[in-house]
């Protein structure tokens, strides 16, 4: 079945730690996001990337890094620069010529700081 | 700037109630309208959606009209079922080349037996 795979479910980070989260997708989509989610809140996008080794900042990028050397991947460097880094992260994907306008996404991470 | 605002929750409700969640929006344009669902530990999933006025989005028994004179969307299903518990997300889509969502908070659902 296609879908979106993040890893892991629950991370832990050190102070002064960078931590990267997996997404991968074998949906062929072209367009892949990840979104912060914080309790009470809506999710705000962090990057997207519509094509392979290019990307954008969203709303919220500041200590957060990504790559999209491939297709299928969008992995999310959360680094010691974003000072408040315990939340909900998803990751989701769509086809960029795609008329239904639908996001999947995957079963998110929750990262916590120890 | 775009914004959606979601009523607050959590709303609470009997088995077979009526449900009413409250969307309304802010946009410049004429955007496209979107219900998301978030079941506990999983991501969202697209649930319905309209993008032009006067559309009515339906799925799983879950209906929505997309109301520009009131810029709104609320979300209406007739017989509520304990697996409908979960989190609702009202969320209207940007205009421009870059697909990108304006989210509402949420609105966590609870169906009691």
């Known amino acids: 079945d296609g879908g979106i795979t993040q890893s892991p479910k629950y991370l832990f980070r050190k102070e002064g730690q960078n931590v990267t989260l997996s997404c991968e997708q074998n949906?062929?989509?072209?367009?892949m996001y990840w979104y912060r989610q914080d309790p009470g809140q809506g999710l705000r996008l962090i990057y997207y990337s519509q094509i392979v080794n290019d990307f954008q900042k969203g709303d919220i990028a500041e200590g957060y890094s990504v790559s999209r050397e491939k297709k299928e991947s969008f992995p999310l460097t959360v680094t010691s620069a974003q000072k408040n880094p315990t939340a909900f992260y998803l990751c989701?994907?769509?086809?960029?010529?795609?008329?239904?306008?639908?996001?999947?996404f995957g079963s998110g991470t929750q990262l916590s700081v120890l | 700037g775009d914004s959606v605002t979601q009523m607050e929750g959590p709303v609470t409700l009997s088995e077979e109630a009526f449900l009413t969640i409250n969307c309304t929006y802010t946009a410049t344009g004429y955007p496209s309208l979107f219900w998301y669902v978030q079941y506990p530990g999983e991501g969202l999933q697209l649930l319905l959606k309209a993008t032009k006025a006067d559309d009515k989005g339906s799925n799983k028994g879950f209906e929505a009209t997309y109301r520009k004179e009131t810029t709104s969307f609320h979300l209406e299903k007739g017989s509520v079922q304990v697996s409908d518990s979960a989190v609702y997300f009202c969320?209207?889509?940007?205009?421009?080349?870059?697909?990108?969502?304006?989210w509402g908070a949420g609105t966590k659902l609870i169906i009691k037996p």
């Open positions: 949906l062929n989509h072209d367009a």
């Open positions: 989701a994907s769509m086809r960029a010529s795609d008329n239904t306008e639908k996001l999947f």
């Open positions: 969320a209207l889509r940007v205009g421009g080349s870059n697909y990108q969502l304006i």
